[in-house]
Nanobody
């Protein structure tokens, strides 16, 4: 079994910062990519940031220049530093990981989410 556990969410004032963490545990052969999605009230879930095994990163336009995603491969952990937070960033943030089996088949896994609330 594979489990993803997010942490680091909370309440922050506009302009403040948070760092989210996501640790993957269980049966892991290779993690091809990890990322963060978010879902705001009444909105569809959207990709916020992702990083591949090769280190390529991808960001939503709305967070470019403010958010930074990184991986600590030895710890099977992905981080996302969020700076200059604004009320539009309020959402539940979900960690996701794309794992490959020894046979090359890929599976996507999701965490339970961590709440980020931004106050005025």
């Amino acid at each position: 079994q594979v489990q993803l556990v997010e942490s680091g969410g909370g309440l922050v004032q506009a302009g403040g910062s948070l760092r989210l963490s996501c640790a993957v545990s269980g049966s892991i052969f290779r993690i091809n990519a990890m990322g963060w999605y978010r879902q705001a009230p009444g909105k569809q879930r959207e990709l916020v940031a992702a990083v591949t095994s090769g280190g390529t990163t991808n960001y939503a336009d709305s967070v470019k220049g403010r958010f930074t995603i990184s991986r600590h491969n030895a710890k099977n952990t992905v981080y996302m530093r969020m700076n200059s937070l604004n009320p539009d960033d309020r959402a539940i943030y979900y960690c996701t990981a794309r794992l490959a089996s020894p046979f090359g088949k890929e599976y996507d896994y999701w965490g339970q989410g961590t709440q980020v609330t931004v106050s005025p």
